[in-house]
């Protein structure tokens, strides 16, 4: 599939999914490996930034007895 500028400028063939992930690949593909390094250096900064802004998951409440859920405790005391 080949690139479709109209006469407005867009090229059409980015505006999907595929399209624009063939972009991005063809696009790092033709960087230099120091370039390449860089740039992945650089993602890990990010991913290191979001996993030190992340709040910890809500833990679920525990019955009156530790390691039980409140379910539980109900149905022991039923039995």
């Known amino acids: 599939m080949g690139r479709t500028i109209m006469r407005d400028g867009i090229d059409w063939s980015v505006t999907t ?41 809500p833990q679920p409440k525990r019955g009156k007895r530790e390691g039980t859920t409140a379910g539980a405790a109900i149905d022991a005391h039923d039995a």
């Open 17 to 57: 999914f595929e399209g624009n992930r063939r972009r991005q690949l063809n696009e790092f593909r033709a960087l230099s490996f120091r370039e390449k390094l860089k740039h992945m250096e650089q993602m890990g900064e990010v991913i290191q930034y979001f996993a030190s802004q992340r709040t910890p998951a």
